[in-house]
């Protein structure tokens, strides 16, 4: 595999800006989105990937060609060129650690609006530093997120793309590419049907760490909730007036916070998660994600809300508050049972490659989980990431390069296994 150049790719990757845009209109949510794809598909007809095209909503698409004369199974794989809008991309100094030592890393520049204070990497948090020593890692400088969530991705389907294209005495059949945008504000497929994909099956490279494959995502909903209040000037207030900001204050406090919150819960255990809150004295919104590996569960998480709510009305009786729950995306697992071998020969390719799969679940949602929803199967595969969307977010560049050697060798795999 060519590290030199992977590395090159990444770090041309995150330097354009390409954070999405929670409430954006238009879409994609941000123009650096666009700009991204327009350069991948230049470096995909440089490589000889000639009908790469970059679509009206700007999903770059293309496809690899068969190495092989006889029909085999067209497989894909997809990455998304956003970055979460929790952390700013704009500006990101890649940091290039070669031969990592190991221990805490200091970052050089300043926290986000701390000026002075620095962010340090610190292996407490990160036990998997200590599986990195010797490695190349990148990270930001402290004041953006890297990115590697999901250029990582990106870089690793290039390459591998690179390689296949070099090396066309591999045997592969058709693979096709697909980058999505807006995947961290959920919209990642809202412009993208499993038909223009044209494959079997897909696989996200849009994982953790190494030899992973997330075979389950979370289920998940989006609750909009709006408070009413009576809003009236305070100079005339007095026994009139239903202050929204207090109703939201006594609602949120209603909340779960020693069990069914993010903060309190990990492995299969979901949650509820208040995630965005706007409005004023007559009129407030807040936004909370609905979290569970059980479908069935959003329906008792929503019931908390609706709870919480009754309760608040009790001692606010001129407020409203109305509830707008929509679905988000499904917990993979069913979808995934219906192609088995989309999870299997994953397995194998690393098996060929000598290496160990090692089959997860995310709590949280990829382009996979709707894309699986829609009757194209997708797990998501490891990307070398690490912390993502936080200042703090790592990849090592070894762990990309075997995930590099593992897209490769499952192309081969679809064949040799058909
Ligand atoms: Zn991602």
């Known amino acids: 595999m060519n590290t030199r150049r992977l590395l090159q790719r990444f770090l041309r990757y995150v330097k354009i800006d390409t954070t999405a845009r929670m409430d954006a209109k238009a879409y994609p949510s941000s123009p650096g989105q666009l700009k991204l794809g327009r350069l991948l598909v230049c470096e995909l007809k440089a490589l000889g990937v000639e009908d790469a095209r970059q679509d009206t909503f700007g999903i770059v698409l293309a496809t690899v060609p068969a190495t092989v004369a006889e029909p085999a199974p067209t497989i894909a794989f997809c990455s998304h060129m956003d970055t979460s809008p929790e952390t700013t991309g704009k500006g990101v100094k890649p940091q290039v650690i070669r031969n990592y030592r190991g221990g805490d890393i200091v970052l050089p520049a300043g926290a986000p609006g701390i000026p002075g204070r620095q962010q340090v990497i610190q292996v407490s948090e990160n036990p998997e530093l200590t599986k990195a020593i010797g490695h190349t ?78 075979v389950e995502t979370f289920s998940a909903e989006t609750a909009e909730v709006t408070l009413r209040g009576v809003n009236i000037h305070p100079s005339i207030a007095k026994g009139r007036m239903t202050n929204a900001l207090r109703v939201a ?11 069914l919150a993010p903060e309190a819960t990990d492995m299969r255990d979901g949650f509820i998660h208040p995630l965005e809150i706007s409005g004023g004295v007559g009129e407030v919104k807040i936004r909370l994600l609905l979290r569970d590996f059980e479908t069935a569960r959003l329906e008792s998480h929503a019931q908390v809300l609706r709870q919480a709510a009754d309760a608040t009305l009790l001692e606010f009786p001129a407020a409203r508050i109305d509830f707008d729950i929509t679905r988000t995306y499904l917990n993979m697992a069913d979808g995934l049972r219906c192609e088995p071998r989309a999870v299997s020969y994953a397995e194998k ?3 060929r490659l000598g290496r160990t799969a090692q089959k997860t679940i995310v709590r949280g949602g990829t382009d996979g989980s709707r894309l699986t929803e829609l009757g194209l199967p997708t797990p998501n595969l490891s990307s070398g990431a690490h912390s993502i969307h936080s200042p703090k977010e790592w990849a090592s560049l070894e762990e990309m390069t075997l995930s590099v050697a593992w897209l490769v060798a499952l192309a081969e795999t679809w064949v040799a296994e058909k």
Not at 138 to 150: K, R
Not at 186 to 212: F, P
Not at 249 to 259: H, I, T, V, W, Y
Request: charged content about 25%; hydrophobic content about 40%; overall charge negative.
């Open 349 to 351: 390719a690393l098996t």
């Open 137 to 214: 890692l990148i990270t930001s400088d402290g004041t953006t997120l890297l990115g590697a969530d999901d250029k990582a991705g990106l870089a690793i389907i290039m390459e591998s793309t690179a390689w296949l294209m070099e090396h066309r005495e591999i045997v592969h059949g058709p693979i096709r590419l697909c980058f999505t945008c807006d995947e961290e504000v959920g919209r990642g497929v809202e412009h993208l049907n499993v038909g223009q994909i044209g494959a079997l099956v897909c696989y996200t490279v849009d994982g953790h760490g190494s030899n992973e494959i997330d």
């Open 249 to 259: 204050a006594d609602f949120l406090a209603r909340l779960p916070r020693d069990r």
